[in-house]
Nanobody, 119 residues
Framework: QVQLVESGGGLVQPGGSLKLSCAAS????????MGWYRQAPGKERELVAA???????NYADSVKGRFTISRDNAKNTVYLQMNSLKPEDTAAYYC?????????????WGKGTLVTVSS
């Protein structure tokens, strides 16, 4: 079993910054990719950013140019630097790791960290 533990959420004013961290209980090299998803009240969970084992990132259009995903393989940790935060970024943010088995995709999730953007 894999454990993913998020940290770094909180309350921030519009235009501010936060950095989320996701620490994995085993080497993140074992995953095809890791990512951050978010879910706002009354909305579906959506992909925010992901990074492959080859260090290739991709972002949702809504966060391009504002958010940066990165990984530290030595620390088994993935980060999400969030700048120029907007009220619409308010959501619970979840760390995800997945790998592709012969039977399909296997996903692991953290418990989430809350980000609130408000003045």
């Amino acid at each position: 079993q894999v454990q993913l533990v998020e940290s770094g959420g909180g309350l921030v004013q519009p235009g501010g910054s936060l950095k989320l961290s996701c620490a994995a209980s085993r080497s993140i090299f074992t995953f095809n990719a890791m990512g951050w998803y978010r879910q706002a009240p009354g909305k579906e969970r959506e992909l925010v950013a992901a990074i492959t084992s080859g260090n290739r990132p991709n972002y949702a259009d809504s966060v391009k140019g504002r958010f940066t995903i990165s990984r530290d393989n030595a620390k088994n940790t993935v980060y999400l630097q969030m700048n120029s935060l907007k009220p619409e970024d308010t959501a619970a943010y979840y760390c995800n790791a997945h790998w592709l088995s012969v039977t399909g995709r296997v996903d692991y999730w953290g418990k989430g960290t809350l980000v609130t953007v408000s003045s």
